[in-house]
């Protein structure tokens, strides 16, 4: 027994649950970390909610505020724009520089990363390995940061790292303009998937889009290279999930009132109710 008690092993040799280390003290932290409340709910008025359809809409209005850029965070990543755009330019003149994606649509979480592309005429003349190494030493060199992974093989060519300031996580890819494409298509998805007043962008897909990024995040299922969805798939998902739903066809709901229902909905199709066998997801 006494051997048992100071190995933290019960009698089948298997460690026994608390003794993990689960990073509380005592029971009473761990109890009081499980009863707290959800950050984004603080401060939400859920008693005056007629149903539960209604309370859903708050909190998934709320979590989307609370999980997306503040301008204070876009500011600093506008600053690390700035510094990656000044050291390639330096390096190769002819370059023009663009971050693109989840940044440039600002649909990205706080721990998202960056991407860039590189439009260069004398980088297009030049082998491809010794243009991403040459990229790579000049970003070191200039204190961006301090280990690049360069992937030379791949069908679209990067250079991946982390950066000195903010840890944000980087990736640079040259003369791949496609994805500039996909993403001035999303901000016009954006602007017209709802009819609005003019200029407001529409919540519910921006609410789909977050939430589903911060559920497959929250699963380290959100990396493209590793067989995950990034986030032209998952617009691309919502797109056609808004575009198909037979009660915002028929004109029954407002789609920008019913947020959790439809996030519910969402997961709902694509999780247990879509057949891939049946062909593409297309948005139209």
Sequence with gaps: MDDERSSGRNANGKQRHDEYDDGYANKKQRLDAASRKSPWANGLDLQCCQNVAEMMHKEVDAFVKW????????EVRGLIVAQVTKCITIAFPDAVVYPFGSYQIKLYLPLGDIDFVVLSDSMAHSEKATVLHVLANALKRHGITSYVTIIAKAKVPIVKFVTTHGRFKVDISINQGDGLVSGQIITGFLKDMIPSAKGKESKVLRSLVMITKAFLSQRSMNEVYTGG???YAIVCLAVSFLQM?????????????NLGVLVMEFFELYGNEYAVDRGPCRSL
């Design 245 to 257: 739903h037979p009660k915002i066809r028929r004109g029954e709901i407002d789609p920008e009132k």
């Design 229 to 231: 969805l990034g986030s």
């Design 67 to 74: 999980i997306s850029p503040t301008p204070v965070e876009d």
